[in-house]
């Protein structure tokens, strides 16, 4: 497994500066996370590909779009051509995700399925083998700023070993309540990539938050 990797949320950012939330990330993420939501899946509403766009023309670190929209394979071409470099949908939008994640793998994205806490991890077993990356939700999908659901954390495993017993490595993403006082726990638990966002954005100095988070990743 590669090293592990900082995956910074703009969702709490300034967004009537972007551009500086997003330079405030530089040397120090190794993916930006975005949060795209439609007021359908999740009982809020963000932003589209025009926003990535603009995103997309300020920095190049990749892009790493988690779709919480009821329909991800009507637009996530239009994600795919604003910038996006991963792309995560969610099994609970997408139950048969075979189709998606192969249409996303050959335009040349990693693709990702992403599980809410209340969804059981044995749900994505079937088709670990076609998937890039799991995006493990540990809160409830919607908003930033919320408290981590520690039980999800047992599915980082769960996939692992679901994996390794196809004769695979999985790259796990953990979205939801990471901090620095709990991120260690996040990253004993199997995490490869960390998101973070209240953590970093709502920090007095969201650069220093999210170096200090930096340090903790590299120290492993
Ligand atoms: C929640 C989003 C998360 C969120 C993370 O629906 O998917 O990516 O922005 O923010 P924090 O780190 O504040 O939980
Ligand atoms: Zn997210």
């Known amino acids: 497994m590669a090293v592990r990797k900082l995956a910074p949320s703009i969702l709490n950012a300034d967004f009537s500066n972007l551009r500086e939330a997003i330079a405030h990330l530089n040397g120090v ?26 995103i997309r023309s300020v920095t190049d670190l990749p892009l790493d779009i988690h779709l919480m929209i009821s329909r991800p394979a009507t637009f996530a071409k239009d994600f795919i051509k604003a910038g996006a470099d991963w792309v995560s949908f969610h099994i609970e939008a997408v139950p048969e995700p075979r189709e998606l994640l192969e249409q996303l793998r050959e335009k040349g994205v990693l693709a990702g399925v992403a599980i809410n806490p209340a969804t059981p991890a044995s749900v994505l077993f079937e088709c670990v083998e076609i998937m890039d990356f799991v995006l493990v939700m540990s809160v ?30 999985l790259e796990v993403e953990v979205d939801g309540g990471v901090n620095i006082k709990n991120m260690r726990m996040v990253i004993d638990a199997g995490a490869d990539v960390i998101v973070a966002g209240s953590s970093i954005y709502a920090a007095p100095d969201p650069r220093q938050a999210a170096l200090e988070m930096r340090a903790i990743l590299d120290s492993y």
């Open 29 to 54: 993420a190794d993916v930006i996370h975005l949060d795209v939501m439609d007021g359908d899946f999740v009982p809020n509403i963000t932003f589209g590909p025009v926003v990535v766009e603009a």
């Open 140 to 169: 409830v999908p919607g908003f930033g700023g919320q408290e981590m659901i520690v039980d999800a954390l047992g599915k980082i495993a769960e996939l692992k070993e679901a994996a390794t017993a196809r004769g695979l490595e």
